[in-house]
């Protein structure tokens, strides 16, 4: 009777046993469910807003292509300075000479430049190594109108990511120097390449002069740019009274929160001081507009992506910009960002090369900075 007993108990207890696993299992796969559901909904809301960015295609069909042999370099005329700001953002140009309040009237006009007899010898570089580093590029458009064609990269900003170490280096680009740019094109402004070829031509050109390799590209124009930080509520700057009184008092002395227009006026300031200085107050206005993103509300982010990322153009495909965007992300509260500018102060010299004014540099000598102090490895 015993062994009976027990062994009906036994069958009852294996009968129970059978009977929560189904149980268990149907509590497991619900919620596997309700991951892969969320998780779904997450990816389908990203990728929408990626979905948004204008992609540009890396190939001939490039409306905007200037082959070699129809490119040219734009010439800077006698009696003309390039200007960045008086009374209206997207002005150019007054007569060399004529000194904006506080500027500093040793700064020689364009064409007091010395020629060049002989023309620069630019040697190609050998690559950098790539490494952890996650390298893209942030381009400014010098487009002044609504609907223009492809204008010349006005602002090159390379923004090095290492994720390992959690290292960002902001690099500015000066778009006055005189560089090689491959494929059969004449030397030229760094900023032409951009102009004449897109992002492709522009990385080849990074390539052969400094050894970079950009993963990709983001650019916008001046309109994007006044449009963004207005919506962020402006940014925290601090003006100079030299500053101040170039932009006839539009940017009010000492700390405060400049708009859309005030921001654009401030970056384009160079008459001053220099182009280096101009370089230095693009990645000042970068870094608060960088501060703004990081503490902005899911719900402000969200309208800014909506507004804004339409107005964007990359070579990045939406998987390339999801990949980017794991690896980024998560450093965003942890990041160490430090800045720089190629060329480094007193690393170039100002010519004149075929009516145009350029700033000439040693390559080498760049090169052997950003792989000794300015990449973040």
Known sequence: MDDKNNGEIKMKMKSKRKKKKPVFTTVIIVVLLVMLTVIAVVFGFVWDKISKIQKVPDDDSDPYYVPPGSDYMETDEPGYDETDYVTDAFDTREPAGTAAPGADTQLPAVDTQKPVETEPVIETVDPLKKGDLINIMIVGEDKREAGQARQRSDTMILISVNPKTKKVSMISFLRDMYVSIPGGYKNNKLNAAYRFGGFKLMKETYKQNFGITIDGCFAGDFFDFVEIIDMLGGVEITVTQKESDYSNGLLP??????????????????????????????????????????????????????????????????????????????????????????????GYSHAMINGASVEIVDFKDMRNKLENEYLPY
């Open 253 to 346: 002395v000492g700390t405060s929160t400049l708009n859309g227009e005030q921001a654009l006026a401030y970056s384009r300031i160079r008459k001053i001081d220099s182009d280096y200085a101009r370089a230095n107050r693009q990645r000042t206005v970068l870094m608060s507009l960088f501060n703004k993103f990081k503490n902005s509300s899911l719900a402000d982010l969200n309208s800014i992506a909506d507004a804004i990322l339409p107005k964007l153009s990359t070579d990045m495909s939406n998987g390339d910009i999801l990949s980017l965007m794991t690896k980024i992300l998560p450093l965003v509260g942890s990041m160490e960002v430090n800045t720089y500018s190629i060329p480094y102060l007193g």
